[in-house]
């Protein structure tokens, strides 16, 4: 099976679009099914996926929508999604977790608060 890179600004634009930009989202997906799990540098070992994007920004939308098309969720997304069960599994088998930094250096219970209500109850978890 060959692979093919996919160019370095698509990346950029699909991971960009993810902090808000459905409609792009979906157009880009479409455009290149193989963004899906992409990742970009943002300086300095800053990856983050389009996933990551979302669930830092409280994009359930897009999360749902990318989780769907089968892109790898994380504890971030799993934070902000407010599934409690992942969280609290990943956790208890690695309690370090409960500081570990996302995307931008953004703490795991920030992702939990930028799901909203949906998330109380794993912002509670990890206050605890």
């Not at 997304?77 to 570990?100: Q, W």
């Given at each position: 099976m060959e692979s093919k890179s996919i160019a370095p600004e698509l990346v950029q634009s699909y991971v960009g679009s993810a902090h808000g930009d459905f409609e792009r989202v979906k157009e880009l997906l479409e455009q290149e099914p193989g963004l899906l799990n992409a990742c970009w540098d943002w300086g300095n070992g800053d990856w983050e996926t389009a996933l990551g994007a979302a669930a830092h920004m409280g994009r359930r939308d897009i999360a749902v929508f990318l989780i769907s098309k089968g892109a790898r969720m994380d504890i971030f997304?799993?934070?902000?999604?407010?599934?409690?069960?992942?969280?609290?599994?990943?956790?208890?088998?690695?309690?370090?977790?409960?500081?570990?930094l996302g995307p931008h250096g953004i703490p795991l219970i920030n992702h939990a608060e930028a799901g909203g209500a949906e998330a109380a109850q794993v912002v509670e978890f990890l206050k605890q």
């Open positions: 997304t799993a934070a902000m999604l407010g599934k409690i069960d992942i969280v609290r599994s990943l956790i208890s088998d690695n309690p370090e977790l409960k500081n570990c």
